[in-house]
């Protein structure tokens, strides 16, 4: 594989800590204003990616195929999953698409198995999703503040390993991506968002908590990637500093994912030339 999947691919001796936020692997060699370029470049993969999500779709409703497409994102606080999110939708079709976002769990879903409310949300056959946190977010903010003992946030590795298994047996191709800033880029889009009113509501003071423990979330993400990176589901680290590179990566990734599952439109369950010459036949 040479495609920017192999690049950025999560192996089990992959460090976080070597990946440059700043850093943007796999980008051809560029005569352009880069923002310029990605902008243009991230249009182009989304027609792309509106016709293989139609071909999931057709597939899935005329039942010759039952495959769907989940990614997964997740990152630090700022890391951009908003507006990656925004990049790589704008160019789909919203009615095979659903996006869901995962706060802390309602007591309801406290009272469940941690990946129950996950199940729920899961994509049906022939729909793309997108998920804004998961349930990695029971191995990253649960570890880190201790929510429940070491001897069951430990366990979930080997149990989310077995249910992203589970699901790639049912036709689910998940594509899981950290975006990954670094630490002074996070200063800066909390400041920004304290410099501007229209971004107060995306400002959370607890936010500045968190950033406190960013080693600890460091270290959390550390074991997730490389514990949880697999065959069937593989984790790769989008470089996120520069917000260009990562809607070109992230719309690259998926592309490559589509291309190789290569979904196709159902043959015809009717005679087709049967059906011309009954409409010719008619006024
Ligand atoms: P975002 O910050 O992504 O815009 P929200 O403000 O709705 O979204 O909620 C995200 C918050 O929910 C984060 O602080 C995250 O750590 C927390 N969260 C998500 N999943 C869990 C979980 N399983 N247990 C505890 N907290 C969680």
Sequence with gaps: MSDLRSRLAVNAHTKLSDIDPRSTP???DLRHDPKDWSAQQVGEIGEQLAGYQERLFAAAKHETSKSRVLLVLQAMDCGGK???????????NPAGLSAVGFGPPT?????????WRIRRALPA???VGI??????????????????????????YEQINAFEKELAGDDLTMVKVMLHISFQEQKER???RLDDPAKYWKYNPGDLDERQRWDDYQRA??????????????????PADRKWYRNWAVATLLQETFAELDPQYPPADFDVNAERERLKSMP
């Design 131 to 156: 998920f804004n946190r998961s349930h990695y977010e029971d191995v990253l903010v649960v570890r880190v503040h201790e929510l429940v003992p070491e001897k069951e946030w430990s366990a979930r």
């Design 26 to 28: 796999g980008l051809p």
């Design 82 to 92: 908003d507006g990656t999110v925004r990049a790589i939708a704008r160019g789909m």
């Design 190 to 192: 909390l400041a920004d």
């Design 221 to 238: 993400y550390q074991d997730a990637l490389t514990k949880c990176s697999t065959a069937e589901a593989p984790w790769y680290v989008v």
């Design 107 to 115: 007591a309801e879903e406290r009272s469940h198995d941690f990946l």
């Design 125 to 127: 056959p022939g729909m």
